[in-house]
């Protein structure tokens, strides 16, 4: 049997090829058309991997999207209505462009890959969840997700056991950890859903003088859910700005300008800021590993890249072995949904 998972419209497209459960190619669309975070439908992607394969599209016996686009559809309806008038930009940017080409994404699939075969449809955090556990050489295990925002989840957990996935909590947009950790990479001068890893990078060259401040962004709860401040925070209401006048009144500077010098200050948040990350990450793995009662945790979700948080959560959390899935991100939706069906 061969399933063909696939992630594409929003960032990092692409293409996953399961027979009869095993993993034979998979591919983001990025490394064949050469545009980073490429967010088209992973066309190349998906004929890598039906070449490794050596079959056509008449041979897949599933095709499968990594998230509902309905609810997520429905989120950023919510959302707009919520905030309106000042999220009338987002509508203007977003919401015509989901109505004419993106709502039916069953058709819209059909038709770049020539097939009228049937479409099924994960969910977001099921995919990621998926894409570590039954990727993973536990027999059983934790899962944690987190990114930055799925339909409406931004962080769930759970427990895989044998083929089965049982998410248990889950935090919804707009808290999110991910969102938190992009709203401090864009005020470091950084673009957002790319270069989270610069952030990560600059962080051991600071201090934790802004850890005080970052926690006021938290309402941190001891079994790991978590608020966020959102008078903080744009993202609700803006496609441009991810965090609002009266963050960069609590740090005291105004956002960093792109290619500006790097200094003490920026280097001080970006420790500051992955401190209170690890701080919210390692509660719910702690939450985790006591309710379940399990030695193991698999993690994903764009947020999973984050190794210092990772080896933390391990080394702290009283885990034995971790497995964090290495395409934690969207394109890992891709192999999860695959491996799910
Ligand atoms: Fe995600």
New binding site residues.
Partial sequence: MHVLGLSCFYHDSAAALLRDGVLVAAAEEERFTRRKHDNGFPSRAVAYCLREAGIDIEAVDHIVFYEKPLPKFGRIIETVIGEWPRSFPVWIEGVPQWLVTKLDHRSLIQRALGTRKPVLFSS?HLS?AASAFLASPFEDAAILTT??V?EWTTTAWGVGRGTGIEMRQEIRFPHSIGLLFSALTAYLGFRVNDAEWKVMGLAPYGRPRYVDQFRQLVDLRPDGSFRLDLRYFAYCYSSRRMFTRRWERLFGQPPRRPEAELGEFHADLAHSGQKVVEEILLAIARHLRATTGLPNLCVA??VGLNSVANWRMLREAGFDRIFIQPAA??SG?ALGAALYV
């Fill in positions: 977001h990621h990114d930055g799925g979700g764009g991100g969207d939706g």
